[in-house]
């Protein structure tokens, strides 16, 4: 049983560039959350798709968007790169509905490593 | 609001010595907490979760006890390896939320 993939595992862009990470979640798993980790930090909430929506949020700018396609794999756009944007970014991977008695646990996959120049 | 403050590392132990990893959280209502370990060159892989009050979350000889009364998370091992090395994060998410907070990690190396 595949996990999260992610792709492409690492790659260098320059200031201004357009850049496009692409994710696939673990199977059985509907929902798909961004995550960007910068060097030597803890991952920090981008936002979360499901059902081909955006449904939260975290506080990052309109140059980070998304899309979720109907498979539920999901891309991560980042418009207008600046040097700030270098991290790791981590997809993960979760179902929508635990019931009453679990908690959600994100299955994560390895990450795209971003490196802007 | 949400957060999740965990002891600065690194923490250098000694093969089969003890560990405690201590995190703290604030949080609004009654989140779930979790600790995650990240390998080199990997992504994070969830080690142990709680998600009430007084429940103890244990994994491959890791434990940690939801501490409401204290707000903390604190993770232990007994006898470390060398395999253990790792930054481990500590996480919450309010109940139903999805939305994970997590910590700054803490590197822990394992010497022989």
């Known amino acids: 049983d595949a996990g999260v993939t992610q792709s492409p595992t690492h790659l260098i862009k320059t200031r201004g560039q357009q850049v496009t990470l692409r994710c696939s979640p673990k199977?059985?798993?509907?929902?798909v959350s961004w995550y960007q980790q910068a060097l030597g930090q803890g991952p920090q909430f981008i936002f979360q798709y499901y059902e081909e929506e955006e449904r939260q949020r975290g506080n990052f700018p309109d140059r980070f968007s998304g899309h979720q396609f109907p498979n539920y794999s999901s891309e991560l756009n980042v418009n207008a790169l600046l040097l700030g944007d270098s991290a790791l970014y981590l997809c993960a991977s979760s179902r929508k509905f635990v019931g009453l008695s679990g908690a959600n646990v994100l299955t994560f996959g390895a990450g795209s490593r971003l490196t802007v120049l | 609001g949400n957060s999740v403050t965990q002891m600065e590392g690194p923490v250098t132990l000694s093969e089969e010595a003890f560990l405690t990893i201590n995190c703290t959280y604030t949080a609004t209502g009654y989140p779930s907490l979790f600790w995650y370990v990240q390998y080199p060159g990997e992504g994070l892989q969830l080690l142990l979760k709680a998600t009430k009050a007084d429940d103890k979350g244990s994994n491959k000889g890791f434990e940690a006890t939801y501490r409401k009364e204290t707000t903390s998370f604190h993770l232990e091992k007994g006898s470390v390896q060398v395999s253990d090395s790792a930054v481990y994060f500590c996480a919450l998410t309010p109940y139903n939320f999805n939305k994970f907070y997590f910590g700054s990690g803490t590197k822990l190396n394992v010497k022989p």
């Open positions: 199977s059985g798993h509907d929902t």
